[in-house]
């Protein structure tokens, strides 16, 4: 009950936070303009990292596009979302100054919320503007007839509608690996030391070498497999060395940043290395997401897989 009321009370926290910060903004100018959807990424409050902050946006999308609602996407912490991702089928952009709050606007947080249909949520208010913090992939609540698949290629479809890579992407991913190769993806958030994240769990020495020498096993395997070059993707530093010095895998140059540790504006090079990373597991053969514990599941390469349409395999042990 002490941890309920605690996530209860840190939401009406957020909530008032960000009703503060639209009442700043300018009242809508269109009133009697049709509905519209806006998806806002501030900085106000924790949004995720990328994949998270994208599934917010498709999940709206698919709303805004059964309802037939004009949807903008204001992105502006801690980057501009269109240094690296363009409007594609229409604009979507919108300043944060035209979010204000106003009677025919309603702000809807839902970061963190699995429970939820977006859908009914939506229909069911008479407001004009929803202003809305998201970070869960709600298709399949939105879509429940469709399968698995169906779903993939939905959000690989939404995805493409809504966004294309910028100049500045297509040039960093035009200087890499020009030949077919296939990607493996670890996550280890805290445990290896050299990452800040949400967790704050540290492993001891011993157990990182017991760990990276279980995964390199893994990774040989994988290789032995394929004719193709292997990339590895992560979160760690200190794994990514582990890979380049003692299997013959390569890597992105670069360090591995995540999105909402927002403590400092990070240099825009430490964004991109993100998104080059995410189109690079895209743009792979076969995508290979490992987790030995006690490292941690991600949604980053399996989602880089759906825009891909390429095999996803998870292995765990």
């Given amino acids: 009950m002490l941890k309920r009321l605690k996530t209860y009370l840190g939401q009406q926290r957020?909530?008032?936070?960000?009703?503060?910060?639209?009442?700043?903004?300018?009242?809508?100018?269109?009133?009697?303009?049709n509905k519209r959807i806006?998806?806002?990424?501030?900085?106000?409050?924790?949004?995720?990292?990328?994949?998270?902050?994208?599934?917010?946006?498709?999940?709206?999308?698919?709303?805004?596009?059964?309802?037939?609602?004009?949807?903008?996407?204001?992105?502006?912490?801690?980057?501009?979302?269109?240094?690296?991702?363009?409007?594609?089928?229409?604009?979507?952009?919108?300043?944060?100054?035209?979010?204000?709050?106003?009677?025919?606007?309603?702000?809807?947080?839902?970061?963190?919320?699995?429970?939820?249909?977006?859908?009914?949520?939506i229909k069911s208010s008479s407001k004009q503007t929803f202003l809305v913090y998201a970070n869960i992939d709600y298709l399949s609540k939105t879509n429940p007839t469709k399968s698995g698949k169906a779903l993939e290629h939905l959000w690989r479809t939404h995805f493409n509608h809504l966004f294309k890579q910028s100049s500045q992407l297509k040039k960093a991913?035009?200087?890499?690996?020009?030949?077919p190769y296939i990607s493996i993806h670890t996550r280890f958030t805290s445990i290896m030391g050299d990452f800040q994240d949400s967790t704050s769990l540290i492993i001891s020495e011993e157990e990182r070498t017991v760990l990276l020498e279980q995964l390199k096993v893994k990774i040989d395997y994988i290789q032995s497999t394929h004719v193709e070059k292997v990339y590895v993707f992560s979160d760690s530093s200190l794994f990514l060395s582990y890979a380049l010095q003692n299997t013959t895998t390569q890597t992105v140059k670069g360090t591995p940043f995540h999105m909402d540790s927002y403590t400092s504006q990070a240099e825009i090079e430490a964004h991109l290395k993100?998104?080059?990373?995410?189109?690079?597991?895209?743009?792979?053969?076969?995508v290979y997401f490992l987790k030995i514990n006690p490292m941690y599941s991600s949604a980053f390469s399996k989602y880089a897989a759906i825009i891909g349409n390429k095999p996803f395999i998870k292995i765990e042990a």
């Fill in 38 to 121: 806006i998806v806002c990424f501030n900085g106000q409050v924790p949004h995720g990292g990328l994949v998270d902050r994208l599934k917010g946006i498709i999940s709206f999308y698919d709303v805004a596009r059964q309802l037939n609602y004009d949807f903008f996407i204001q992105f502006s912490h801690p980057f501009n979302l269109d240094l690296f991702l363009e409007p594609n089928a229409f604009e979507w952009r919108i300043d944060e100054t035209e979010t204000g709050l106003s009677k025919t606007t309603q702000l809807i947080n839902v970061i963190n919320q699995f429970d939820l249909d977006p859908l009914e949520l």
């Fill in 173 to 179: 991913l035009l200087d890499l690996e020009p030949e």
């Fill in 274 to 286: 993100t998104l080059v990373d995410f189109f690079m597991i895209a743009e792979s053969q076969n």
């Fill in 14 to 33: 957020r909530n008032f936070k960000l009703m503060k910060f639209h009442m700043k903004q300018s009242k809508s100018k269109h009133p009697d303009a």
